[in-house]
């Protein structure tokens, strides 16, 4: 793997765990120390990657389509704005990354993890986030915070069992890559979690 002199952070979790609303708050304390920060997100990223962002989460699809979408959204997304951002030096904050393949396309929805550690290994190279933030909390509360969503999209109106496989996936990824992610209780106050996820920040 090329070794880059800037750092990669992602974002992870269920829809409605609330990860997006802490992006201003990260951007803020890294740009405080002087950094450059690009702020991206899966999938989408590009232009390319934004149209496969309409496809994935609108049309109906085979969830091995999905999954190889995802990775050519992805491939599009590191060759044209994260390998640049690391080589010169800055930090990359990514709404998501491959975590979510495997939580949403393996675990959720049966893909192999087989099959996905072959496209990782294509399309990454090696490369991984060096921290990891994940926003967890119970499905349900998840489900809840998304019905007051107004347009949802296809991944947003499955319902709590689809949830429950989502997060406990998520979860197993978080205990098998201890190293890399940093589990934040996001079933509490916004306050709080800001105070978590800024704690967290300072220590990258
Ligand atoms: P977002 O709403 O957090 O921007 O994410 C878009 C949706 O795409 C979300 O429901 C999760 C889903 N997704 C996958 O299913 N697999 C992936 O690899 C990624 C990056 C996102």
Request: glycine share 6%.
């Amino acid at each position: 793997m090329t070794q880059y002199s800037g750092k990669m952070i992602s974002l992870e979790g269920m829809d409605g765990a609330g990860k997006s609303t802490h992006i201003p708050t990260i951007i803020g304390l890294l740009e405080a120390r002087g950094v450059e920060v690009v702020s991206t997100r899966e999938p989408g990223g590009t232009p390319l990657g934004e149209q496969l962002r309409d496809l994935l989460l609108h049309a109906p699809m085979h969830p091995e389509t999905e999954a190889m979408l995802m990775f050519a959204a992805r491939r599009e997304h590191i060759a044209e704005v994260i390998a640049p951002a690391l080589k010169r030096g800055a930090y990359v904050l990514t709404d998501r990354f491959t975590d979510a393949t495997y939580a949403y396309q393996c675990g959720a929805k049966g893909v192999s993890s087989h099959k996905i550690l072959q496209l990782e290994e294509w399309v990454q190279e090696g490369l991984q986030p060096d921290v990891t933030l994940l926003f967890d909390v119970p499905a349900q509360v998840s489900l809840q915070r998304l019905s007051t969503a107004r347009s949802p999209d296809k991944f947003e109106r499955e319902g709590v069992v689809f949830f429950e496989k989502l997060r406990h996936s998520y979860l197993e990824r978080a205990a098998q890559f201890p190293q890399r992610f940093r589990v934040i209780d996001a079933n509490q106050s916004l306050e709080k979690v800001k105070v978590l996820v800024s704690e967290i920040i300072a220590t990258i």
